[in-house]
Structures are given as structure tokens and as C-alpha cells.
């Protein structure tokens, strides 16, 4: 510090620059006590069969109860975690949750449904991934079918051998395997007709607008048809308004997702009815 005061360095260091580099390494820092104090939360948000409107399964989004800011969202903090290789640790402990979930449930005898996580670029190329979630279901002894996992496609074309390689070993397990954000990346047809997955989750950037725009429409009713002629089940992301819901099941979408039907919400909630 002494060497930098001497220079006078830190005039031309810009001070915007300078705040974000601390908020970072604030965020890295706090976000490893997070994991020892136990701050890390999941919120889950129902996925429903569009036609029943009965709940399928539930995706589980990390939250982070900040002791000073309150709960922060995963885009505050999850690409720091990535960088930074905290996120590892992260995904785990919420892989390890949902198993939880999943294992209680059926201790609870309630109708079953499935539990969604979402793994980062990072979490699927690590080499522990596989053998731990095979522990965690064979510890908790759970029925895999119920475990789903969502990744993104930009995820996938990353290291596309590798990343099938790890799609197949999980869907071998009865793991169910989602492309999460589809449409934002940058999969051609051909490539989509071999990855190894079972589910296709079109963003909500194509959902958005589905009432005004004819032909952002007729480009969801395609890519609807497209995935079930490569046997995959859609689920499209973010319906908001009970006519994007009406619309979807005209052009034959099986599954949504979306404040229409409920925001994420902390698992206290779905126990409250519980007797
Ligand atoms: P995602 O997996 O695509 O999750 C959907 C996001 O859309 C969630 O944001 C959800 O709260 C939000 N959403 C759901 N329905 C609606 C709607 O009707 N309208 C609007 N405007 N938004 C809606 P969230 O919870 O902030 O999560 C953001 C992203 O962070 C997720 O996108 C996922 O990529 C990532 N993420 C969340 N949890 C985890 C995790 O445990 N591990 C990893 N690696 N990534 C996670
Ligand atoms: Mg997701
Ligand atoms: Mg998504
Ligand atoms: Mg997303």
C-alpha cells in the first residue's frame, strides 16, 4: 500500500472500477461463509402439466439470505460463484437439498413429483459430479426418476463430447436431463437431435410476447413441434397471463412454468398445508 501511496497510483484508478472489484470480492468472501452459516436457501417454483394444471415437478432456485442485504437473487452472486469455483460447493449443497426433498416427500406419501436443479457450466465438467449424485440417491435411497437436471445449452456446447458423455451417464442412472433457456443459444437442429436429453424448456423471451407477435408465435409452435419429433417433453418458461397459458396448450405444449401459476417460494410454504 505504501508503494501505491508513493506513486500516486490510485488517481488513475477508477473509482467505479475500484467499488466493483471490492463488491466482488465481498460477494466471493461472504458467499464462503454463506455455506458455514448456512445463509445459502432454495426456493422451489412449481412446473405444471398445462392441460391438468396439476404440478409435475419443482425447480429449485438458489436464493441467498444475505445477514445485511436480505435475499439476494442467483444473478447477484452465481456468476462470481462460478468464477471463483465456490459455485462447485454451492451446487452440491443444492443437489444435496433436493435429494432431501425428494426423499421426504415419499416419506410424507404424498403424490410424487419431481425436483429440478440447475447445474452450471462448471458443475458438469467436474469429475465428482456423477459419483456424488449417485451417492446422494443411494444414501437417501430415492428413486432417481425424480431427480432432474437442467442445463443450458451454451452449457452443452461448450465441451460438447464431455458434456454427453456426463447427459448419458445421469439419464443411464433414471436421471431426467432438461435444456434449460432454449432458443437463446446457439444449437443447431442436427446437433439438438443428438444431445442425450428428455426435456426441452423454451425461454421466456419466446414466451413474453406470444400474444402480440404472429410470428414469434408460429416460431414457439415450431420449436414445439420440432421437440416432438425429437421426443422430447416442452416446458416453456415464464407464462405470466392465462392467455400465453391458452395459447401454449392450443400449440400443444405439455408443461409451464411462471408467476401465472406461482413464483419460487421457500419449501416452509409447500409444509404449511401439510398436516
Ligand atoms: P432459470 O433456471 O432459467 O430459472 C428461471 C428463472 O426465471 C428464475 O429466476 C425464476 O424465478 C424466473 N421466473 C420464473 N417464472 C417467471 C415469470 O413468470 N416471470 C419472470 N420474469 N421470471 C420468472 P431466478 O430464480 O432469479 O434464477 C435465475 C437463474 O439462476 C436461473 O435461471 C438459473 O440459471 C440460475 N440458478 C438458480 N439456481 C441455481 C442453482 O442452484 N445452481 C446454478 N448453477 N444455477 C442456478
Ligand atoms: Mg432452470
Ligand atoms: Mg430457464
Ligand atoms: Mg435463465
Redo the contacts with the bound molecule.
Sequence with gaps: AAKRKGKGGFKFFDSALQQAALDRLRIEEGLIQALERDELR??Y?PIVNLNTEKVVSY?????WEHPESGLL???KF?AIAEESGI?LH??YW?INQACLLIKNTAYLGNARFGVA????PR?FTDAELVPTIERFIENYEIDAKYLEV?V?ETALMDCLDEACATLDKLRAMGINVAI??FGTGYSSLSLLKRLPVDKL?ID?SFIMDLETDEVGRKIVGTLISMAHTLELTVVA????TPSQCAILQSLGCEQG????FS??KSIEHYYEGLP
Design positions: 432454495l426456493h417454483q425447480e429449485a432456485l438458489i436464493r437473487s442467483p444473478d452465481i459455485l454451492m451446487g443444492a436443479v440447475n447445474l452450471s458443475q437442467e443450458t434449460d433457456d424448456k421466456r418458461e415464464g407464462i405470466e412454468q411462471g408467476y401465472f413464483k419460487p
